[in-house]
């Protein structure tokens, strides 16, 4: 392959936790890459997380079907899902498409697909939280998701524990008194919880990302800060225009999380791509041993995490257009929960930090070559597990741009399942 007529072999665009860890895969399998971000690293989506490595995620979230549930979500007032009829509308065709994606039938289908990249999720992780000299920000502990009522923790800890023993995952049941000495200021409404044992949880998220772009730098890759205007094919390259200038390269890798469809859209392409948008809100810690573990709170739908800048209380899905105003209800009503629930101090910004999950309607990424495009390759639509999943993804479009056999099936990746 001649290099020597393009700025670079390959342009990574966007810097979160996904295209950081393409850029630093592809860098280390001896291409010189560009990666394009208009921010620093991780200081999007992959910033403010619940930061959580989801090894037990095997089975991904399905669109509410049963009569009883759904009911509940009409008037808008549960705490893990929300939605704004703006979203719903402009969104209605991949809402759709995932609902059907979501009936037992084809549901079953995708379970497994999903479950083989999960599997790779600690291992892909591992080495580069070594090559970023990035122990200190993680802890593999696992973490608890915890239940109000013994019915939904019975019921939940018999499905966890088919889907452990099938993809050979390690769970623990904690009773009260179990969960009350590892987690002393739960209060009593806390009856019991599932330790996902084989998980990992990370004290900062974006300053993970920034360290993974750090060792992509140290293995000669670049990283531009340029807020990208256009792209076009031009003879043999990719022509990329920032606001600071124009970069070419043979290959140009497509990693813009909830921005990528603004491109798709623009290059042809018509995917079933939609987002869940969520918030953050970070809380002074509680005075005496405060939170140890990252709790779900599965019943009511949000996450607390004792993280490096306070306890962060992460919310469910929004369903709306990404670019809308923040809407305040959801963190807030999860708020007023979760003070019930473990101490909060008082509230550590004046706004809360708010972003999207880039989903798509089968719900899972797209990873791979785009079908119509020489030397362009996608790798985006992570959903709720775009941090778990980031060096995984890594690992396979390396292996998939270099003819290599990837080491799963990414048939059920590709762009062109759609
Ligand atoms: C509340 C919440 C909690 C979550 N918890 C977890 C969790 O515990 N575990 C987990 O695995 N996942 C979790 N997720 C999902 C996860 O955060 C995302 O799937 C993941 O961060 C997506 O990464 P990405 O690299 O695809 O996107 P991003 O991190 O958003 O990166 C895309 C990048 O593209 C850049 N970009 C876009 N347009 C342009 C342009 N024109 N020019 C230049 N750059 C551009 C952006 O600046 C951005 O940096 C959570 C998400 C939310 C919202």
């Known amino acids: 392959m001649s290099r020597e007529c393009h700025d670079s072999d390959t342009i990574v665009l966007g810097a979160g936790m996904v295209g950081v860890s393409i850029a630093y895969h592809l860098a280390r399998r001896g291409r010189s890459v560009v990666l394009v971000d208009r921010r620093a690293p991780g200081h999007e989506t992959s910033f403010g997380n619940a930061g959580i490595i989801q090894r037990e995620a095997v089975a991904p979230y399905a669109f509410p079907r049963d009569a009883r549930t759904l009911l509940q979500v009409v008037p808008n007032r549960r705490i893990d899902i929300r939605y704004r009829p703006a979203g719903m509308l402009g969104a209605a065709g991949a809402l759709f498409r995932y609902w059907q994606n979501s009936a037992p039938g084809a549901y079953a289908r995708i379970l497994p697909e999903y479950a083989s990249l999960i599997s790779l999720s600690t291992q892909e992780h591992a080495p580069m939280i070594a090559a970023a000299g990035a122990e200190s ?204 629930l473990v101490p909060l101090g008082a509230r550590l910004s004046d706004t809360p930090w708010k972003g999207a999950r880039p989903c798509t309607a089968d719900m899972k990424p797209v990873i791979g070559p785009a079908p119509e495009h020489d030397g362009l390759w996608f790798a985006f639509g992570h959903g709720h597990q775009g941090f778990t999943l980031g060096p995984a993804t890594g690992r396979l479009l390396g292996e998939m741009m270099d003819g290599e056999t990837p080491a799963i099936d990414m048939t059920p990746f590709r762009a062109d399942r759609f």
Request: glycine content about 8%.
């Open 137 to 340: 920000l993680i802890c593999r502990d696992g973490w608890l998701e915890m239940y109000r009522t013994p019915e939904a923790f019975e019921a939940r800890l018999a499905r966890a524990t088919v889907l452990a023993e099938r993809f050979g995952l390690t769970l623990e049941r904690l009773d009260r008194a179990a969960l009350a000495e590892r987690e002393p200021e739960l209060s009593k409404e806390a009856i019991g919880a599932i330790l996902w044992r084989d998980s990992w949880t990370v004290a900062d998220p974006g300053a993970l990302v920034a360290a993974y772009a750090e060792a992509f730098e140290a293995l000669g890759g670049r990283v531009v800060k340029a807020n990208v205007t256009s792209m076009a094919q031009g003879e043999g390259d990719w022509r990329v225009t920032t606001e600071t200038g124009e970069l070419r390269a043979r290959n140009l890798v497509m990693a813009m999380g909830p921005w990528a469809g603004d491109w798709l859209s623009r290059l042809g392409y018509r995917l079933p791509l939609f987002v869940k948008r969520g918030y953050h809100m970070h809380y002074a810690p509680p005075q005496g041993r405060g939170l140890r573990h990252w709790i779900m709170d599965a019943e009511v739908g949000y996450v607390v995490a004792p993280m490096r800048d306070g306890v962060r209380l992460t919310t469910g899905a929004e369903l709306a257009p990404r670019d809308a105003p923040p809407e305040l209800d959801q963190l807030d009503a999860a708020e007023a929960v979760a003070r019930r």
